[in-house]
């Protein structure tokens, strides 16, 4: 594995960000920038053997700075929404900042993709440290979170959460990539498959209810590999609150997702220790350039964002996001590429 290090530009107050290109014999290569401790490229090959990038995202640390969609970004500490923007932790509510409707997203104003991350080469992967302090963004407890990323020799991208606290937090991270198989224009034709028999179902702001809804007989239901855009379009309340997919499945087991790009061949397989998944058709991604120019915009992505189910402090029976003082938090999840 070869990994070079190197200046990716700066920050408006003239923070410089650092970038850390991973490339393995085949060719393949993930390129991760300390900003948002975001994964900024992901090149594969195809079934022709011409390498693809799969991964939207900027060529500039400005850029990234400006842009929006999270693209790429470790998301924290609580992703996805939080109903009510607070939550009650042993005995004391918290108030966090309301920045979607009457709830709380993506770790608020200035959540973790916002911060520059110390990055690091150790052992062969790209690691991304830093100490979120006791109170940012209404959050108990000082967080101290490390990401490490790995490509193997067999184009898998593994990416490790680890994270210690010094007070009871809560704390539910993503990776917020948004894939395109066939490099560029619309991503509704690529073939997915979600190992899921349930999904949250949402209300009209997005947040989970606590009910979840069996996808058999409904265009949620991707047991078996149909085109990501097939059902988008069917009368459901579901699709049209969310204008589209926007929902958390129920994982069954290790294996999430796969999902095939229709005109490259390149085969993407989801595998995770987390019980949810996030399955976005990127409905709201705004329209704005990025690698080299290329314009991208609502539903030229697809994003398989594992997690704990959203909202889980107010639904009964959802696995917690609490972490305690003296636990240690551990999660892994794979993005491994093929072609077919």
């Known amino acids: 594995m070869n990994i070079v290090t190197f200046p990716f530009g700066r920050l408006s107050d003239g923070t410089e960000v650092t970038a850390a290109r991973m490339e393995n014999a085949r060719g393949a290569s993930v390129t991760v920038i300390g900003y948002g401790a975001a994964i900024q490229s992901i090149r594969v090959p195809d079934r022709d053997g011409n390498l693809v990038e799969v991964a939207l995202g900027f060529d500039t640390a400005s850029e990234y700075e400006t842009g929006r969609g999270h693209l790429g970004a470790v998301i924290g500490r609580v992703a996805n929404r939080l109903g009510g923007a607070r939550f009650s932790l042993n005995g004391e509510t918290f108030r966090l900042v309301k920045n979607n409707g009457e709830n709380h997203i993506h770790g608020g104003t200035r959540g973790f993709d916002k911060f520059n991350w110390a990055l690091s080469v150790e052992n062969g992967a790209v690691v991304c440290e830093r100490l979120s302090p006791d109170g940012e963004e209404g959050y108990p407890g000082n967080l101290r979170t490390r990401i490490t990323y790995a490509l193997s020799e067999d184009n898998a991208l593994r990416i490790v ?36 028999e349930r999904f949250c179902e949402n209300d009209e702001a997005g947040l989970p209810t606590g009910l979840l809804l069996n996808v058999a007989g409904t265009p949620f239901d991707f047991r078996a590999p149909k085109a990501a855009g097939a059902d988008i379009g069917a009368e459901h309340e579901q699709l049209r609150r969310g204008n589209g997919y926007d929902h958390n499945y129920c994982l069954m087991g290790r294996r999430a997702a796969i999902c095939v790009g229709d005109r490259s061949g390149i085969v993407m397989t989801v595998e995770t220790d987390l019980p949810g998944m996030q399955f976005y058709s990127a409905n709201g991604l705004r329209v704005q350039a990025g690698h080299g120019g290329a314009m991208m915009g609502p539903r030229q992505a697809l994003c398989f964002e594992t997690q704990l189910w959203p909202n889980g402090l107010r639904c009964y029976g959802f696995p917690s996001p609490v972490l305690r003082k003296e636990q240690h938090l551990h999660s892994e999840t794979v993005y491994a590429f093929s072609v077919e």
């Open 161 to 196: 959460y680890d994270a210690d606290t010094d007070a009871d937090t809560v704390v539910n991270f993503t990776n917020h990539s948004y894939f395109n198989l066939n490099g560029g224009g619309d991503a509704l034709r690529h073939r997915v498959q979600i190992f899921a």
